[in-house]
Each structure stands twice: as structure tokens, then as C-alpha cells.
T-cell receptor, first 114, second 115 residues
Framework: EAGVAQSPRYKIIEKRQSVAFWCNPI?????LYWYQQILGQGPKLLIQ????????DSQLPKDRFSAERLKGVDSTLKIQPAKLEDSAVYLC????????????FGSGTRLTVV | AQSVTQLGSHVSVSEGALVLLRCNYS??????LFWYVQYPNQGLQLLLK??????LVKGINGFEAEFKKSETSFHLTKPSAHMSDAAEYFC?????????????FGKGTKLSVKP
């Protein structure tokens, strides 16, 4: 089966610009996660979707980050405006409904804010 | 609140030697525990997980881990290191126990394998 697809792989932007990342989960996976991985740290959950509803966004900086999951399939994570501390790898993961922790991760988008 | 501490940000072993990566956790609910591996420029891959039942868990690539509640530990081991094991390893604990897929990760341990 195809894996979790993410694009772009790399992105360099200036601070205060906006940026968007796209994720296409494995077909049939109802649950989708966005994690932020800052260099030297473990991934931190930003938001969790189940179908097109938000399950947990308690760690999403809502003043600048937003995410949506259209029709319960693809998802987009947006940052506006970006700050230097947003430089990180943004990982998308998906899992089957009810199969908790059976995550499949994408390769991530590496964002550099200069 | 749940948390994970990985002891040692960098571990170096010789090929064929024992691999031991340490992980201690804190959880207010019965924990689900995980080890993930990350190769350069790739996403994370699940090595193994403990949810309930047998405390010795076997995973892929010859790795295993033992859940020790009394020590709040979930250390990862492999009897004989291979060059291909060089990667970064992350321990994780479930944020809400078994009810959701939300994970808290440790800071990671980078494993180097010397020939």
C-alpha cells in the first residue's frame, strides 16, 4: 500500500511569511496527526483529526497555526506568520480508526525560517 | 502528566555488541509505551509497543523491550548490533492511556555503530 505522502519535502521562508504543508494519508485511515519535530527533540503533537473533526488541538499555537482536513482525507497545516522558532520538521501520520497507535508516518516537511 | 526521559542523547557501540537504550516514563494512567526508529531524512517507524499483557515485547529487526512497572522503565535492547541499526531512537508514552492515539515522545537517543 502507498504510504503517507507529504509535500513539499523542504521549504525555506523568511520570518513573517506564510507557509502551508500538505498531507495525504493512507487510504482508509480515519485518524490523522500532525507532529512538530524541532532539531534535537522528539516529535510533539500539534493536532489530531478523526475523519474531518478535530480530536485534540491543545498544543496547536492557534494564533499562527491552523489546520484542516478536507472531506476526511487530505490535510493542510498552515503557519501565518512564521517565526524563527517554527523551524522544524513537520510530520504527518495516519492510522485506522480504532487501531490506536498503529501509526504510519510520512517523511516530513523540513521548514527553515530565516 | 505523562512524560518520557531517555537517558543518553548519544550511545555508541561496536558491531556485534549489546545495544541498550534507556527509557523511563511517568504516567498517571496505565501506560501504553512505544519505541520508534528514525533514519536520516525519514519519518518514524514503529519498532515495538507495549499496551497490555506480556511485559517482554519483541519488535522488528531483533529489538525487544521490557516493561517494568516498579522501575517505570521500558528499556530497548538488541543482543548484537548491526551497522544498519545506526539511527535515532525515540521512546514514547500515550498521553491519555489507551483511549487515544496521542503520544508524548522523549528527546531521542542517537545510536552509532562502530565497525
Amino acid at each position: 500500500e502507498a504510504g503517507v505522502a507529504q509535500s513539499p519535502r523542504y521549504k525555506i521562508i523568511e520570518k513573517r511569511q506564510s507557509v502551508a504543508f500538505w498531507c495525504n494519508p493512507i487510504s482508509g485511515h480515519a485518524t490523522l496527526y500532525w507532529y512538530q519535530q524541532i532539531l534535537g527533540q522528539g516529535p510533539k503533537l500539534l493536532i489530531q483529526f478523526q475523519n474531518n473533526g478535530v480530536v485534540d488541538d491543545s498544543q496547536l499555537p492557534k494564533d499562527r497555526f491552523s489546520a484542516e482536513r478536507l472531506k476526511g482525507v487530505d490535510s493542510t497545516l498552515k503557519i501565518q506568520p512564521a517565526k524563527l522558532e517554527d523551524s522544524a520538521v513537520y510530520l504527518c501520520a495516519s492510522s485506522l480508526l480504532g487501531q490506536n497507535y498503529g501509526y504510519t508516518f510520512g517523511s516530513g516537511t523540513r521548514l527553515t525560517v530565516v | 502528566a505523562q512524560s518520557v526521559t531517555q537517558l543518553g542523547s548519544h550511545v555508541s557501540v561496536s558491531e556485534g555488541a549489546l545495544v541498550l537504550l534507556r527509557c523511563n516514563y511517568s504516567s498517571s494512567v496505565p501506560p501504553y509505551l512505544f519505541w520508534y526508529v528514525q533514519y536520516p531524512n525519514q519519518g518514524l517507524q514503529l519498532l515495538l509497543k507495549y499496551t497490555t499483557g506480556a511485559t517482554l515485547v519483541k519488535g522488528i529487526n531483533g529489538f525487544e523491550a521490557e516493561f517494568k512497572k516498579s522501575e517505570t522503565s521500558f528499556h530497548l535492547t538488541k543482543p548484537s548490533a548491526h551497522m544498519s541499526d545506526a539511527a535515532e531512537y525515540f521512546c514514547a508514552v500515550s498521553r491519555y492511556g489507551g483511549s487515544q492515539g496521542n503520544l508524548i515522545f522523549g528527546k531521542g537517543t542517537k545510536l552509532s555503530v562502530k565497525p
